[in-house]
């Protein structure tokens, strides 16, 4: 499961952690959210210590048949941090009543400060004495759910950005600063791919760059702890705590100072950076322009200024310091607003001027509702300082706005697999053509070992729903009872006949395999054998689904036991093992799309130009679009497409719950609205 389909369970969570706080802590609405980032630090510290515990376990030396204890270097190896027992969140939670619970959170606190010097002093302990005991234990767990225990990914980030929402100050977002959501740090990191050295965000939040590059290294066998140096600046002390926090969590340490980016350059990182990845504010049109006028980070000059004497828009002070901190073989990634790539006047000027460097080298559009508290749209920007000198004249513009899925009713992002397939077009930008065809292999095998998988949920729910039409048929009735069990017998039989063809299919595609290194040919001849595979995985998720309306409807014919306990008790069997099926058999279909989503629009395996996707635009191009970076203006409209397995039932669920969704917040707003008049003495 997506970490983003947790977000709405933990947000509630999180809610009722401070309606807890707000009515019986002495802390301030402006303070709620530090204690319990406090213990979501533990909460998903402890997470991780438990996730790479056996591994370590299983390497340790032994001497004379004794195991070497655990260390921290242990742990820092994999990505977390070591915890004494003490300082274990079930430890935490487990304690009476009895127990002072703000001494231990404390005690935890500081042992983990005592292992890690970087943290030493940055963990909130005072505010723990505020709390009374009884509400520190719920207040723990509150903060224990499956939800919490199993998130992945920058989860701290994503709660940090909640807070900050909900509960702190607003004028952050107001001022154009938002989390960064990990699918477009993903992409970020994807796209420079970050592997030794140093690695700076001077907007650097809660450290959600920094995490996901070492995730990157992680994923290719290295170790960031030593392949990555991590540089920040943020303006915010208790922002600078946090992002301390949030990189101790996962093993790593940065070098982040309290600093104003636009006045001051505290890391003296100019033309030295490897690698630069930020989501800084947009549109900020209160930096002072004399004190930036003469700024070495400006190598293209001053951007517009108005009357007042400030910079008319912030955003190309960020792009001209970003290219600027770049060392010459130096790759720069991040978020900005998608005014800017069209923006005229001064700001033309600044991007004709970095055009010219042929040092733009990818920009990539993204559509709104990536953000979690703002539906904006961005576009992220990639400069490479060592572009190769046949590429130097073009800049690649891709369009990514109708790539994504939606997770909520308000939050879009990019599944894992639509990720891999944007970036491996860049890959063949680039000339890699062997890393592109080896992710189309990926998704064929993926669908392969789906439907292998899908196997034994098919089994259980033939199993199930045959069981359920037996035990139908043991009182069976004259009329519609009769018609609707004889209609249910056939389905049954011919449902047992179809998963029974698939599973020799699915044996018979596993035997043939698929080599590694295949070439594009050879995939191709893949992609159309596993066809039929993937038509007859939909094909049974309509069945089965037809299979169990049509027992519903046998049920339903009955007279006199239609509710009884045994027939109900095998329909919910049933329903749990058709759900199970569906769920197992979609993957099938689904890799093997996202392998033919590649081989359609490069079926050379080579990069060409796709309309509403991709385009190669060469300089002269775009200086006749008046110096313009937005990928919509060049790579056009794509062609419609006719989706071959739109479900309407699950589109007027999805209809129905964002209409109930609405309703909730207008009730909501309602509320609001009145209390405010109340309180106006209306």
Known sequence: MSQLQNIEAIEKRLWSAADLLR????????????????????RHAYSRFLAVKPQIETGLPSRGGK????????????????????????????LPDSADRAAAIIAAMEGIEADYAALRGVLPKADYQKIGNEDLGELLRKLNPEELKTASGDIFGRIYEYFLTQFADQGAHDGGEFFTPISIVQMIANLIEPERGSVLDPACGSGGMFVQSANLVERNHGDPSKALTFWGMEKNATTIKLTQMNLAVHGLQGNIAEAISYYSDPHELLGKADYVMA????????????????????????????????VSNGNYLWISYFYSYLSAQGRAGFVMSSQASSAGRDEAKVRQKLVETGDVDV?????????????????????????PAQHRDYVLMLDARNVYRKVTRKIYDFSPEQLANLTSIVWL??????????????????????ALASQAPLREAYGALAAWANLLRSQ??????????????????????????FNTQANAVAADGIPDGAGNSELHEAAARLAPLADASRDLVKAVDHLYKLAGHALDARQGDANSRDLNRQRKAADEARRAAVEALKPVRYFHRQALWLQERFPEAELRDVPGLVKRVSRAEIEANDWSLTPGRYVGVAPEEVDEDFDFEAALREIHLELSGLNEEAGALAATIARNFEELGA
């Open 363 to 387: 920009m990539v559009a993204i559509r709104g509702n990536f953000f979690y508290t703002r539906t904006v749209p961005c576009e992220l920007w990639f400069f490479d300082k060592a572009k």
């Open 476 to 501: 069976l009735q004259e009329g519609e009872a009769f018609a609707a069990q004889r209609a249910l017998d056939d389905a049954v039989e011919q449902f047992h006949r179809d998963f029974v063809a």
């Open 429 to 450: 930008y680039r000339g890699q053509q062997g890393r592109f065809l080896a992710l189309v292999r990926e998704h064929l095998l993926a669908c392969i070992q789906a």
């Open 23 to 42: 009515a019986n802590s002495g802390l301030a609405s402006n303070e709620y959210f530090m204690p319990v980032m406090g213990l979501i630090f533990l």
């Open 67 to 94: 195991v070497r204890a655990l260390t921290k270097e242990d742990f820092s190896q994999q990505g977390a941090i070591f915890l004494r027992p003490e300082a274990q969140f079930d430890h935490l939670v487990s």
């Open 279 to 310: 989501n800084p504010p947009f549109n900020v049109d209160e930096v002072d322009a004399e004190k930036v006028r003469n700024d070495p980070r400006l190598p293209f000059g001053l951007p517009g200024v108005n009357k007042a004497g400030k």
